[in-house]
C-alpha cells in the first residue's frame, strides 16, 4: 500500500464538473492499493498518519499531528501510484490492485483512519475520473510504502 500525503490549506475533489467533496487545513492522501495489501498495511499506515508531525508548533517546528490542529482529511484512490516505469515509456500498472479486491480495503482505510482522528473523513469516488485540486502548504509532500516501512 502506498500513499502520497500532502499537507494543505485546502483540497477539493470534482467529478463531472461538480464538488464531490473538500476539505480545509489538513492532509490530501493518495492511496494506492496493490493484490499484496493486507488489513495490517491498512493498520499501520493509519497509525502512522494519524501521529505524524507533519504541522508546525507555534516556534515554526513540525511537531503536530492532524489530530492536534484539529485537521481534516481526504483520501483519494489513486492506483497509478503503483504504476512501473521500469520498460519502455508506457507505465504499467499490474501490480495496482482490481476494484473487487481494493475497493474494501480502500474503504477500511478510510474507516480506520475516520477512528483514529474521531472525526468524519472526506474522499473521492473510487473509480471515477476526478479532478483533484489542493493548495499545498509548506510544500510538504510525504511519500509512505507499507512494505518498506521507512
Given at each position: 500500500m502506498r500513499v502520497l500525503i500532502q499537507r494543505v490549506s485546502s483540497a477539493?475533489?470534482?467529478i463531472a464538473d461538480k464538488e464531490y467533496s473538500n476539505i480545509g487545513r489538513g492532509l490530501l492522501i493518495l492511496l494506492g492499493i496493490e493484490n499484496e495489501d493486507l488489513e495490517e498495511d491498512v493498520d499501520w499506515l493509519t497509525s502512522k498518519i494519524s501521529k505524524m508531525r507533519i504541522f508546525e508548533d507555534d516556534a515554526g517546528h513540525m511537531n503536530l499531528s492532524v489530530n492536534d490542529?484539529?485537521?481534516e482529511i481526504l483520501v483519494v484512490s489513486q492506483f497509478t501510484l503503483h504504476?512501473?516505469?521500469k520498460r519502455g515509456n508506457r507505465p504499467s500498472f499490474i501490480k495496482a490492485s482490481k476494484p473487487d479486491y481494493a475497493?474494501?480495503?480502500y474503504e477500511m482505510f478510510?474507516?480506520?483512519m475516520k477512528s483514529k482522528i474521531q472525526r468524519n473523513i472526506?474522499?473521492?469516488?473510487f473509480g471515477a475520473s476526478m479532478q483533484v485540486k489542493l493548495t499545498n502548504d509548506g510544500p510538504v509532500t510525504i511519500w509512505i510504502d507499507s512494505k518498506n516501512r521507512e
Open positions: 477539493s475533489v470534482q490542529v484539529g485537521g504504476a512501473s516505469t475497493i474494501p480495503l478510510i474507516s480506520k472526506s474522499s473521492g469516488k
